[in-house]
């Protein structure tokens, strides 16, 4: 924790002082994060404007540290915009200086709806891949047998003479599949 | 927290932070003080150029002017400028101000002449005094 998060955790234990911090906070972040993403989407505030149902100049009142006068609805209708969901959540003063240390441009992007990662398909399971591009014989059966249930096992494979350990969720996986390629 | 840009106070005669005293004397509350610290560690972290409007200004025809923005208990209306040794990577806080009504209560040009003293004496200023 920095000197800054120590100062600042002391700080918070006042309750007044914890209001106004967060507060300033909240719409700094709010604003931030509003005119980041837009760039980042690379957007003009008067393209924003036309998704949401505003003027150039209503965009630019919410890109604006001083703004406070937030609706849930604006809110809602920019994240549809930007292809992102809004989330509004309470939480302890305990956490927000972490949140002041950690405030940046590169933590406020967020990906949209087509280019999150999070909702890709799942990618093809390691050993498949494997055997898709060095197609000689492998007993699949076998190596997947292997490679399940989380054990550290000796093992030897007579398609290559290789030896190594197996540990599911380790780095032997990157082993295995070098064995299997020799 | 990484810590990109310098912060300065100019200091009055007695060699005090002019915006510690103008603190003291404001009678900030808590909820003052937090909301000034954030708007002045996100300038310490990332100047002007992340935070959108974090500087308004310059003000009043004074050049170098500009005011930060803190909505709280009171309108207070820091003012400060950059450098004005290092453009790029310092800010000079010069004068403590709150508006009321609309109008701030101290003369922006009372910064500008801050800042002047500070170009001729470098050793005006200290590093900022959290609040």
Same mark, same amino acid.
């Given at each position: 924790?920095?000197?800054?998060?120590?100062?600042?955790?002391?700080?918070?234990?006042?309750?007044?002082?914890? +209001?106004?911090?967060?507060?300033?906070?909240?719409?700094?972040?709010?604003?931030?994060?509003?005119?980041?993403?837009?760039?980042?989407? +690379?957007?003009?505030?008067?393209?924003?404007?036309?998704?949401?149902?505003?003027?150039?100049?209503?965009?630019?009142?919410?890109?604006?540290?001083?703004?406070?006068?937030?609706?849930?609805?604006?809110?809602?209708?920019?994240?549809?915009?930007?292809?992102?969901?809004?989330?509004?959540?309470? +939480?302890?003063?305990?956490?927000?200086?972490?949140?002041?240390?950690?405030?940046?441009?590169?933590?406020?992007?967020?990906?949209?709806?087509?280019?999150?990662?999070?909702?890709?398909?799942?990618? +093809?399971?390691?050993?498949?891949?494997?055997?898709?591009?060095?197609?000689?014989?492998?007993?699949?059966?076998?190596?997947?047998?292997?490679?399940?249930?989380?054990?550290?096992?000796?093992?030897?494979?007579?398609?290559?003479?290789?030896?190594?350990?197996?540990?599911?969720?380790?780095?032997?996986?990157?082993?295995?599949?070098?064995?299997?390629?020799? | 927290?990484?810590?990109?840009?310098?912060?300065?106070?100019?200091?009055?005669?007695?060699?005090?932070?002019?915006?510690?005293?103008?603190?003291?004397?404001?009678?900030?509350?808590?909820?003052?003080?937090?909301?000034?610290?954030?708007?002045?560690?996100?300038?310490?972290?990332?100047?002007?150029?992340?935070?959108?409007?974090?500087?308004?200004?310059?003000?009043?025809?004074?050049?170098?002017?500009?005011?930060?923005?803190?909505?709280?208990?009171?309108?207070?209306?820091?003012?400060?400028?950059?450098?004005?040794?290092?453009?790029?990577?310092?800010?000079?806080?010069?004068?403590?101000?709150?508006?009321?009504?609309?109008?701030?209560?101290?003369?922006?040009?009372?910064?500008?002449?801050?800042?002047?003293?500070?170009?001729?004496?470098?050793?005006?200023?200290?590093?900022?005094?959290?609040?």
């Amino acid at each position: 924790m920095s000197d800054f998060e120590r100062t600042l955790k002391w700080e918070l234990r006042d309750g007044e002082y914890s +209001e106004g911090y967060a507060e300033s906070f909240l719409n700094s972040y709010i604003a931030t994060q509003i005119k980041v993403i837009r760039e980042q989407r +690379e957007m003009t505030q008067a393209e924003l404007g036309e998704r949401i149902g505003t003027t150039q100049a209503g965009v630019s009142r919410y890109e604006n540290v001083n703004y406070s006068s937030w609706s849930i609805k604006t809110l809602i209708r920019l994240a549809r915009a930007f292809h992102v969901r809004l989330k509004v959540s309470f +939480e302890p003063f305990g956490s927000l200086p972490e949140e002041v240390a950690r405030f940046n441009r590169k933590n406020l992007e967020r990906v949209k709806r087509e280019d999150d990662p999070g909702l890709m398909e799942e990618p +093809e399971p390691l050993l498949e891949a494997i055997v898709e591009a060095h197609p000689q014989p492998v007993d699949t059966a076998k190596w997947k047998a292997l490679t399940q249930g989380g054990q550290k096992r000796e093992i030897s494979e007579g398609n290559s003479g290789v030896q190594s350990q197996i540990e599911e969720g380790s780095s032997q996986q990157f082993n295995l599949e070098e064995a299997l390629c020799r | 927290m990484i810590v990109a840009f310098g912060l300065y106070d100019f200091t009055d005669n007695r060699s005090e932070s002019v915006l510690s005293v103008w603190g003291r004397d404001a009678g900030l509350t808590g909820r003052d003080r937090g909301a000034l610290n954030l708007k002045i560690d996100l300038l310490e972290m990332h100047g002007s150029d992340l935070p959108p409007k974090m500087l308004a200004g310059p003000i009043n025809k004074q050049r170098h002017v500009y005011k930060l923005i803190i909505h709280a208990d009171k309108m207070l209306r820091p003012m400060l400028c950059r450098g004005p040794f290092d453009m790029d990577a310092e800010f000079t806080f010069l004068l403590g101000a709150i508006e009321r009504n609309g109008k701030l209560d101290r003369d922006p040009s009372a910064a500008t002449a801050n800042r002047e003293i500070l170009l001729r004496e470098k050793g005006r200023r200290i590093r900022h005094e959290r609040f």
